[in-house]
């Protein structure tokens, strides 16, 4: 059956580093991925979209990689702040399965 | 509205009570998702309409829980008989076009809490 891990349930940084998560999937051949915030009590915000043809996506100071060999991708948070402390979601979808499908997330916290 | 809009935020119930909660979606929004999210941990697909397509219910965890979507618009889940396993936040989504590679809008939820 299709699995989908984010390695870390936690990972705590320090400011001003660099955060790397990763979203590992098995029996899935996605043609998207895509990457949500979510904060306590509240519904996951979308953050970044890459495609399966796509290597790296780059919004501001967020950066997802895509290995479709690998069936990998990672999400880097530079420069990282206390704000960015939030859980961060990956989801694949991908043909004519148009259904998003989640990891349980990892909780990022970034310390002063 | 700008957003998904999901009523009650907050439901306690007793167990064996049926409930409904609702999700209106962003305006002209063709695709719908409810999911489940118990606490710490992730979000569990529940159920996913599309345009006029029947409705992907793989993910509803038991005859119990059934949803609809009227005039395309808004959403209603309902959980009959309603059990303590069923706490949970139940999120619904929403998005532009009936394709793989837009993103979900999401509310904020509707927690349940069943006594």
């Known amino acids: 059956s299709q699995k989908i891990e984010q390695n870390s349930e936690a990972l705590n940084i320090q400011e001003g580093k660099t955060a790397t998560l990763t979203c590992n999937y098995t029996?899935?051949?996605?043609?998207?991925l895509q990457w949500y915030r979510q904060d306590p009590g509240r519904g996951p915000v979308f953050l970044l979209l890459i495609r399966e043809n796509e290597k790296e996506k780059r919004k501001e100071r967020l950066k997802v990689t895509f290995d479709t060999t690998l069936k990998q991708s990672l999400f880097h948070i530079t420069a990282s702040q206390p704000a960015d402390s939030a859980t961060y979601l990956c989801a694949l979808s991908g043909g004519s399965n148009y259904k998003l499908t989640f990891g349980k997330g990892t909780l990022l916290t970034v310390n002063p | 509205g700008a957003g998904v809009s999901q009523s009650p935020s907050n439901k306690v119930t007793e167990k064996g009570k049926d409930v409904e909660l609702r999700c209106d979606p962003i305006?002209?929004?063709?695709?719908l998702y409810w999911y489940r999210q118990s606490l710490g941990q992730g979000l569990e697909f529940l159920i996913y309409?599309?345009?006029?397509?029947?409705?992907?219910k793989s993910g509803l965890p038991s005859d119990r829980f059934s949803a609809e979507r009227t005039g395309g618009s808004v959403s209603t889940l309902t959980i009959q008989r309603t059990q303590q396993e069923d706490s949970a936040v139940y999120l619904c989504?929403?998005?532009?076009?009936?394709?793989?590679?837009?993103?979900?809008?999401f509310g904020q939820g509707t927690r349940l809490t069943v006594v």
């Open positions: 029996n899935y051949s996605p043609a998207y």
């Open positions: 309409f599309q345009g006029n397509s029947a409705p992907d």
């Open positions: 305006s002209g929004h063709t695709a």
């Open positions: 989504a929403s998005s532009y076009q009936m394709s793989a590679n837009t993103e979900a809008f």
